[in-house]
């Protein structure tokens, strides 16, 4: 049969990082998890797709090493799941995100700032960090490109599936995408800030439609 396609599911956060939290008390790290879980046993229903979990528990793990994981699974597509936060409760909905050095806007440069500062957990600075600029040399324009197409689907996608605002397709520097060998695309899946998007995240049967 066919080459099966090797998809990397990336739970955000985890382990002492815990990434945003909700109202409720939610942390990011367990509905990402939960999330990828949930995808991952979808995706191996299907015949056609190989799944890597980087975790599958609440563990910690560096940012490089979930994208050499991919690397080593010589994955076809790397999709890292996580939450957004606000100081503004009433910003709510899901955006998807792809690589780029230069940020769509100020708020998905903040948003990559608050993802790439978990470096500084694994004791690494940015400015350490000068030395990726090989790596996104490496990035190669054609899989930013086709990330850049997939993301675009999975908004049109999720925009018929779920009542979640819409918040489109977006780039920025975020350091997990960086040295990811294949087309790599970060979901943020609703705002935990938000009481609305919390409860929907909480809710095992939304995450579904989500994912």
């Known amino acids: 049969g066919a080459a099966k396609r090797r998809i990397v599911i990336d739970a ?13 008390g939610t942390y990011e790290k367990d509905l990402n998890l939960s999330a990828a879980l949930e995808l991952a046993k979808l995706l191996r229903q299907e015949d056609a797709f190989e799944v890597l979990l980087t975790r599958t528990n609440d563990t910690f793990i560096p940012l490089g090493d979930r994208s ?13 799941l996580h939450c ?41 600075s940015a400015s350490d960090e000068e ?35 819409n918040r489109g397709v977006k780039q920025a520097a975020f350091y997990v995408l960086r040295g990811t060998n294949a087309p790599a695309v970060l979901f943020e899946m609703a705002y935990v800030s938000n009481k609305k998007d919390e409860a929907k995240l909480e809710s095992v049967k939304y995450r579904r439609k989500i994912i």
Request: hydrophobic share 35%; net charge negative; charged share 30%.
């Open 84 to 124: 957004n936060a606000s100081l503004n409760k009433s910003d709510a909905g899901y955006e998807i995100y792809f690589l780029s050095e230069r940020a769509s806007d100020p708020e998905a440069e903040r948003l990559a700032e608050f993802e790439n500062s978990v470096l500084e957990l694994e004791g690494k």
């Open 12 to 24: 955000g956060h985890g382990g002492k990082d815990s990434g945003a939290i909700g109202g409720r």
């Open 131 to 165: 030395a990726s600029a090989l790596l996104i040399a490496m990035t190669k324009t054609e899989h930013i490109n086709a990330a850049s197409e997939l993301a675009g689907r999975m908004t049109q996608s999720l925009s018929r599936r779920v009542d979640l605002d």
């Open 68 to 80: 050499r994981m991919s690397n080593e699974f010589d994955a076809d597509l790397f999709i890292s």
